[in-house]
């Protein structure tokens, strides 16, 4: 019999607990909200913070989201039998209530400086890192397979963390256009009301994000490559392996 022997499982379930129930709690606040908001806020002040609807929108998708994504892994590990690393599971747990909760709810991206830049480089990393889980997943092993070559790995893993960035570009282009977001800050919201910007203003929200993605894969591919040619064990560490057959 397979011995999973988690060495923080209690940690592991209060931080999950923690996590969705935030969101869960603040999707219910948010959809009353989103109820008895106006449409534009007319008397705006920045001591106030008052938030329109279309802002609230925003956060209840957010979190609706955050939601599904807590419990994709639980799916994924079921489906197609394979092992979540302990480590990995609690940074992405923490990486969802970051980016969700504290950054829309709470609105840490507007309070806090290069709130989204950091969280951008942390998911590049993380995405770099399942890059090479890939790897040895559809190769049906439990390790990087041998006879690979470390640089196309870790180009491979590069690859697959900026073309994921360039997906979630996407969803927030397709939910800008569809619901009237403003996820890709193509539009300075002035008195309530969302001014578009022109030129390159306009792009730089989005190329930002993607040059941050492209930072954390490209370190975390350059740490991946170091760890196969030399065979340290730290990209090891965090990825995802099958799951025995015997049980």
Excluded at 20 to 28: G, I
Excluded at 169 to 191: C, R
Aim: charged content about 20%; proline content about 4%; overall charge neutral.
């Amino acid at each position: 019999m397979e011995k999973r022997n988690p060495k923080h499982p209690r940690l592991v379930k209060i931080l999950t607990l923690i996590v969705f129930w935030s969101m869960a709690v603040s999707a219910v606040f948010l959809i009353i909200e989103i109820i008895i908001a106006p449409m534009i806020v007319e008397d705006y002040s920045m001591d106030s913070l008052p938030r329109s609807k279309g802002e609230y929108v925003l956060m209840l998708v957010q979190c609706l989201l955050g939601i599904v994504a807590m419990l994709l892994p639980g799916k994924l590990m079921q489906k197609f039998r394979i092992i979540i690393p302990q480590g990995m599971y609690i940074l992405y747990i923490i990486f969802l209530y970051c980016a969700i909760y504290l950054g829309e709810v709470r609105s840490f991206y507007y309070s806090v400086p290069h709130w989204d830049d950091i969280l951008h480089c942390f998911s590049g990393a993380m995405l770099g890192a399942l890059g090479f889980s890939f790897v040895a997943l559809l190769n049906n092993s439990e390790r990087v397979p041998v006879n690979l070559s470390p640089i196309f790995v870790a180009v491979f893993s590069l690859c697959f963390a900026v073309a994921l960035g360039v997906i979630w570009e996407i969803y927030e282009f397709t939910f800008d256009g569809l619901l009237g977001l403003n996820m890709q800050k193509f539009a300075e919201e002035v008195n309530g009301e969302l001014v578009p910007l022109t030129g390159h203003d306009a792009l730089s929200d989005t190329m930002k994000d993607l040059i941050v993605d492209m930072v954390g894969a490209g370190t975390t591919s350059i740490i991946g490559y170091i760890s196969l040619k030399y065979k340290k064990g730290w990209i090891e560490k965090l990825q995802l392996r099958r799951r025995s057959e015997r049980t």
